[in-house]
């Protein structure tokens, strides 16, 4: 009995219903359809879980031993049932991977040690769970809307022991002023939501920050995008619509274009420059999106004058 080069039944199956006679005759489009995602890549619109986990896979790989130190002193990282990977026997989720890099980021250019940190807009709180589980913070205050200001403060009682839960102080966004007196912080951060705020609020914010700050940390997106393959628009064309309006950058830029995203970032660098008096002591790409940028600014020494922080 000579050689046996059959196909399985499987792919008998595909070449009927996928990889049909026809699809050689139109070319297309067919490797963002479905012929293609049977041959070579699996359809992320169906697989979007398994690109997700690929994903922070590989970013785990590229993790030094200081960052993977940082991450296993964030304890409790699994409340909330998050995707993970394990990677050395490590749990990772891509949250917490993003927040170890950030962290890195700011520890280039700022001594954390007794800091006084102010966040505006900190989601359920996983960037405050990460800096004050790698740093003897004074004092961590917390901005945002009352709804995701619950989530927060239920969320980080569940993760933090008591003694690093009572530095944290939640403030309501109709209460600001009231509730930060005449306190002065050594860091304020912003990452990802200066892009959802009207642009009036933004400067509002970037004026706090001026009046009450030694230096900012931000992270958001170098612009607008109107890529209809990333989610189909599936919310609707109001959705997009609002989202259009928001932030203090809102020109429209090919977000998947290194070279597009790069051109975005001067205008990026003077959109969140809190002041005249600020300079952005350190900038760059923050993996793994393509379209956002994270820059750290420091109040200049002159203008910052000699009084410490309240918080310390």
């Given at each position: 009995?000579?050689?046996?080069?059959?196909s399985?039944?499987?792919?008998?199956?595909?070449?009927?219903?996928?990889v049909?006679?026809?699809?050689?005759?139109?070319?297309?489009?067919?490797?963002?359809?479905?012929?293609?995602?049977?041959?070579?890549?699996?359809?992320?619109?169906?697989?979007?879980?398994?690109?997700?986990?690929?994903?922070?896979?590989?970013?785990?790989?590229?993790?030094g031993?200081?960052?993977?130190?940082?991450?296993?002193?964030?304890?409790?990282?699994?409340?909330?049932?998050?995707?993970?990977?394990?990677?050395?026997?490590?749990?990772?989720?891509?949250?917490?991977?993003?927040a170890?890099?950030?962290?890195?980021?700011?520890?280039?250019?700022l001594?954390?040690?007794?800091?006084?940190?102010?966040?505006?807009?900190?989601?359920?709180?996983?960037?405050?769970?990460?800096?004050?589980?790698?740093?003897?913070?004074?004092?961590?205050?917390?901005?945002?809307?009352?709804?995701?200001?619950?989530?927060?403060?239920?969320?980080?009682?569940?993760?933090?022991?008591?003694?690093?839960?009572?530095?944290?102080?939640?403030?309501?966004?109709?209460?600001?002023?009231?509730?930060?007196?005449?306190?002065?912080?050594?860091?304020?951060?912003?990452?990802?939501?200066?892009?959802?705020?009207?642009?009036?609020?933004?400067?509002?914010?970037?004026?706090?920050?001026?009046?009450?700050?030694?230096?900012?940390?931000?992270?958001?997106?170098?612009?607008?995008?109107m890529?209809?393959?990333?989610?189909g628009?599936?919310?609707?064309?109001?959705?997009?619509?609002?989202?259009?309006?928001?932030?203090?950058?809102?020109?429209?830029?090919?977000?998947?274009?290194?070279?597009?995203?790069?051109?975005?970032?001067?205008?990026?660098?003077?959109?969140?420059?809190?002041?005249?008096?600020?300079?952005?002591?350190?900038?760059?790409?923050?993996?793994?999106?393509?379209?956002?940028?994270?820059?750290?600014?420091?109040?200049?020494?002159?203008?910052?004058?000699?009084?410490?922080?309240?918080?310390?």
């Amino acid at each position: 009995m000579g050689p046996s080069y059959q196909s399985s039944l499987q792919w008998e199956n595909i070449s009927k219903h996928w990889v049909t006679e026809d699809v050689s005759a139109e070319l297309a489009d067919f490797k963002s359809g479905r012929p293609n995602h049977k041959i070579a890549i699996w359809n992320p619109e169906a697989n979007g879980i398994r690109y997700l986990k690929t994903l922070v896979y590989n970013l785990a790989s590229g993790l030094g031993p200081a960052e993977w130190e940082k991450l296993r002193r964030i304890r409790n990282r699994e409340v909330g049932d998050p995707f993970t990977v394990t990677y050395d026997g490590e749990s990772v989720c891509l949250d917490y991977l993003q927040a170890v890099l950030e962290l890195g980021f700011v520890e280039k250019g700022l001594d954390l040690a007794g800091a006084a940190v102010l966040e505006i807009g900190a989601g359920y709180g996983r960037t405050c769970h990460t800096l004050l589980s790698n740093h003897d913070l004074a004092s961590y205050h917390i901005v945002d809307l009352p709804n995701t200001l619950g989530l927060c403060r239920s969320y980080l009682r569940a993760v933090l022991d008591e003694e690093r839960f009572d530095r944290i102080t939640f403030v309501t966004v109709d209460e600001v002023e009231d509730a930060l007196g005449a306190r002065r912080f050594d860091l304020a951060v912003n990452i990802n939501s200066f892009t959802e705020m009207p642009p009036g609020t933004v400067r509002d914010y970037l004026a706090l920050i001026d009046r009450r700050c030694d230096a900012f940390y931000v992270k958001n997106p170098v612009g607008k995008y109107m890529d209809k393959s990333l989610d189909g628009h599936t919310q609707g064309d109001e959705v997009v619509r609002m989202a259009m309006e928001t932030g203090p950058l809102r020109k429209v830029v090919d977000i998947n274009d290194s070279r597009a995203v790069e051109a975005a970032v001067p205008d990026f660098i003077e959109a969140y420059r809190p002041g005249g008096a600020w300079t952005c002591a350190a900038d760059g790409w923050p993996v793994p999106w393509t379209y956002f940028w994270q820059a750290l600014y420091r109040r200049s020494p002159a203008a910052n004058g000699s009084a410490p922080a309240a918080g310390r």
